[in-house]
């Protein structure tokens, strides 16, 4: 699973993984940033040229004039969006 965009961390029982002879790996991206950079910087160039390429195509949801910027942060934290809400400048 990754994120928690709804705001609320999911709960996953820890014999689960035993159970399917998984493993559980916790990443948080902001410190993989800070520990990682060049890893990280090289990670994301690579996502930048995929979406150049056409093989990242982030499912839209809206768009928005820029003034209406509150009104859709307010809308992604309540997570009432299906996709990413574009700001038009």
Do not use: W
């Amino acid at each position: 699973m990754i994120g928690f965009a709804s705001g609320e961390i999911p709960r996953l029982p820890t014999n689960l993984a035993l159970l399917k002879g998984a493993e559980l790996v916790g990443v948080d991206i902001r410190q993989f940033a800070i520990y990682e950079p060049e890893i990280s910087a090289a990670n994301l160039a690579l996502i930048l040229d995929l979406h150049v390429q056409g093989k990242l195509r982030p499912v839209v949801s809206e768009r928005r004039p820029l003034a209406d910027f509150c009104d859709a942060m307010r809308r992604a934290a309540a997570g009432r969006t299906a996709g990413r809400i574009v700001l038009e400048i």
